[in-house]
């Protein structure tokens, strides 16, 4: 990604996820099927269930590595304006290849060059489990984020103040998980 940015330090973002004091993390997520007490258990073909399994959000890190089984649900939103009026898109599981979802510090990494993915899971089966599995890469808590300063020019100029994961992290906390954490962020 640096190299496609044209940004000479090659390294810039994979040495924060390489650091030996990284804090990314490794999730699995179940979402058992929906049950219905109606009164055919199920078996009417015109019953679809639809229901979030997990809410709508970005993920706030650098970037994250997803696959689940063979069952689907995962949306990504397009075009997300600030009237919000993006689509849901839904991206079927597929079973060889991983879905790479953008993250919020990215985005200020990138300065905005690269916007992080508004998504959700939804559960939609009525008879077997949809299992996903997320790596999330993150730098060590102390770094400062910041883009290197090719990506910032009279033109593009800085979008987000410089901050640390461990400030990100903290500031997250207070909201809620669809909320936008980067406006937090602003540069002024
Ligand atoms: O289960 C999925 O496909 C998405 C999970 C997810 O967005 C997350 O764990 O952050
Ligand atoms: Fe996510």
Known sequence: ?????????????????????NDSIFRLNHY????????????????????????????PQ????????DVGG????????DGDHGVWVPVPPHPTAF?????????????????SVRHRAMVTNTSKSRM????FGAPPLDT???????????RKPLLYRPFTWDEYKKASHSLRLGDSRLHLFKAT
């Open 1 to 21: 990604m640096a190299e496609g940015l044209r940004v000479q330090d090659s390294s810039v973002f994979s040495k924060m996820i390489k650091d030996v004091d």
């Open 32 to 59: 058992p099927p929906i049950l219905c007490n109606n009164n055919n258990n199920n078996k009417d073909p015109s019953f679809h269930a639809n229901k979030v399994g997990f809410g709508e959000h970005t993920d």
């Open 62 to 69: 650098i970037l994250t590595i997803l696959k689940s089984n």
């Open 74 to 81: 995962l949306q990504v939103k397009s075009q997300v304006d």
């Open 99 to 115: 879905c790479v979802n953008v993250g919020d510090i990215l985005q200020a990494m990138t300065n905005g060059r690269f916007m």
């Open 132 to 135: 996903s599995m997320a790596y």
């Open 144 to 154: 400062c984020l910041t883009p290197p300063i090719e990506l910032v020019t009279p």
